[in-house]
């Protein structure tokens, strides 16, 4: 039992460290190019403030957005920025998937020791998402500290982010291995994304049948609704079961299609 | 003129080889549609609710006015400049004896084509499905007002994306850092496409009034929906023609001057 746990824990320190070396370089890679990562960072800034202005001068014209206050509404959007910047700074490299597969350099990342899933998967972390990150921390506090949840719920938000995070992840595992089969990554990737910016707003605005196919079908309410919801106190029970019983169905049958698309893999690239 | 329409009849041609692209493409737009049109439809949820000027009727009309305004103006070729500056390949156009701004706006109105095709069938599609409250237009001089606003709206676009376009001429690294700015975040959120501009308090509008982006959708829109009459239509239009010469000029000088910097990296 000791022996399996310094084995994990070995193996852990393993992939940190080379997580550590891919994002370093990754990191270099953005800086070289100061110009451009002040453009996109000022891009991404201005889109942030354009949609919390629109949210809040929506919601003070209207009264309220599907029973939810301007506070509360901006509180949905953080929630979903937060599960959405996350992803997009540990999964960046799965937008440059498609090439390692077209050219054949996917063949040298089988050849190494490493899972070749955490190297498509985080190889190439975001550096510009990853100075979003903080200051979205913090105003996604902010906020939350204004609907006074209690503990419980704070508890409850955090572990609906954590079963957020895993169906977010799951959906990247699918495309990678869509990618492998298809040779298609770049519109799966940009559509998986269309889907889940509906969760940008609280799920409560779209009507049945599209509703229940959001929470249960694609779970994009699971991912970016439930977590907020949770804080102001309407996620019961059930809907924690549902929602972490879901997330970690998802993770599983994506690594199961993984595996699957790595058997088709044929190397014709290279 | 024939070679043009050469040009036009290859680029149509052209879009059909990445056929599985352009449909996921026009997926992504029905999906975009999807979050704003429920959007709405929550916050008008009430029959007979008026709000920011509109009433349940004429805020979906602009909804589904989207697909066929956005089709019309925001579907465009002309954002692959920037790429063929900074690999160099524009040298090989500016060697034939064709005008390269012609031979992109022919380009730009052959994808402007296929696509208003492909709007209409998603219109019909979301309609039936949806089955939103619609009006319907009926003074001529409106529909002829908001088809010229179009015409101005594509020609706009048309221009500042050839201005985006010609930062590569300096900073070749920096063409889709220039698009992402301009056309990713100012459009989207400037010119309507994400929501009527009238939801902003009235001094944020009358600044961005004097802007280019709003008469990109949000006016044309405005026009058919019967919003804007008599001296505030005449200066809208006045405004969007005025915004087409200045930006003729100064595109014309920035690739006056980006073709002397020019030193054709990649060739």
């Known amino acids: 039992m000791a022996d399996k746990l310094r084995n994990s824990t070995r193996r852990l320190n393993y992939y940190l460290r080379i997580w550590l070396v891919m994002n370093k370089n990754a990191f270099m890679m953005v800086l070289a190019q100061k110009k451009v990562l002040v ?41 979903f920025l937060i599960i959405d910047t996350t992803s997009q700074f540990l999964f960046r490299e799965v937008y440059r998937f498609r090439s390692y597969v077209v050219n054949g350099d996917f063949d040298l990342i089988l050849a190494k020791p490493v899972s070749p899933l955490f190297r498509v998967l985080l190889g190439g972390a975001d550096v510009i998402d990853l100075i979003t990150l903080p200051p979205l921390f913090f105003a996604t506090i902010y906020v939350g500290g204004l609907l006074s949840p209690s503990l419980a719920e704070v508890c409850i938000y955090l572990l609906l982010l954590v079963s957020g995070f895993l ?29 889940s910016s509906m969760g ?28 907020a919801k949770g804080l102001m106190g309407l996620v019961g029970p059930l809907g924690i079961i549902i929602s972490v019983g879901i997330s970690v169905a998802a993770l599983i049958i994506s690594l199961r299609f993984w595996e699957y698309a790595l058997k088709q893999y044929t190397s014709a690239s290279s | 003129m024939n070679k043009y329409l050469q040009v036009f009849k290859i680029s149509f041609q052209q879009e059909f080889a990445y056929r599985i692209s352009f449909i996921m493409w026009r997926v992504r737009n029905i999906l975009q549609i999807f979050v704003v049109f429920f959007l709405w439809d929550t916050i ?15 805020i979906l009309t602009y909804v589904f006015g989207l697909i066929f305004v956005k089709a019309f103006v925001l579907s465009s070729r002309a954002q692959d400049v920037s790429g063929e500056i900074s690999r160099g390949e524009i040298i090989n156009h500016l060697l034939k004896p064709i005008s390269y701004f012609k031979y992109w706006l022919t380009r730009d109105l052959s994808s402007k084509v296929l696509n208003l095709v492909f709007a209409a069938g998603e219109f019909s599609f979301l309609y ?130 980006g073709l002397k910097a020019y030193q054709a990296y990649g060739r």
Not at chain 1, 167 to 193: C, K, N, P, Q
Not at chain 1, 200 to 227: C, G, N, Q, W
Not at chain 2, 44 to 51: A, D, M, P
């Open chain 1, 39 to 79: 453009i996109f960072l000022t891009g991404k800034i201005i889109r942030f403030a354009f949609y919390i202005a629109f949210l809040f001068f929506l919601v003070k014209g209207a009264g309220s957005l599907a029973g939810y206050n301007s506070t509360q509404a901006i509180f949905f959007f953080l929630s």
């Open chain 1, 167 to 195: 169906i977010t992840t799951a959906f990247h595992i699918i495309v990678i291995s869509f990618g492998i089969i298809t040779l298609e990554v770049d519109h799966t990737i940009m559509i998986y994304r269309d889907l």
């Open chain 1, 200 to 227: 940008r707003f609280p799920i409560d605005i779209y009507k049945e049948p599209l509703k229940s196919i959001l929470t249960y079908f694609i779970p994009v309410a699971l991912m970016m609704s439930f977590p």
């Open chain 2, 44 to 58: 008008f949820y009430f029959q007979g609710r008026e709000l920011f000027g509109y009433d349940r009727e004429k």
């Open chain 2, 128 to 257: 039936i499905i949806l089955k939103p409250p619609f009006y319907f237009q009926s003074n001529p001089l409106y529909i002829v007002v908001f088809l010229v606003s179009i015409c101005a709206a594509i020609l706009t676009y048309f221009l500042l994306l050839f201005i985006v376009d010609s930062i590569p001429f300096w900073a070749p690294e920096m063409g889709w850092g220039g698009h992402f700015l301009v056309t990713v975040i100012l459009v989207e959120f400037l010119s309507g496409s994400l929501f009527p501009l009238d939801i902003l308090p009235i001094t944020i509008q009358n600044v961005l009034n004097f802007t280019p982006f709003p008469y990109l959708i949000f006016f044309p829109l405005q026009v058919y929906l019967g919003k804007i009459t008599g001296i505030l239509l005449f200066k809208g239009l006045v405004i969007s023609f005025a915004w087409i010469l200045v930006m003729w000029y100064l595109m014309k000088r920035i690739w006056e001057k």
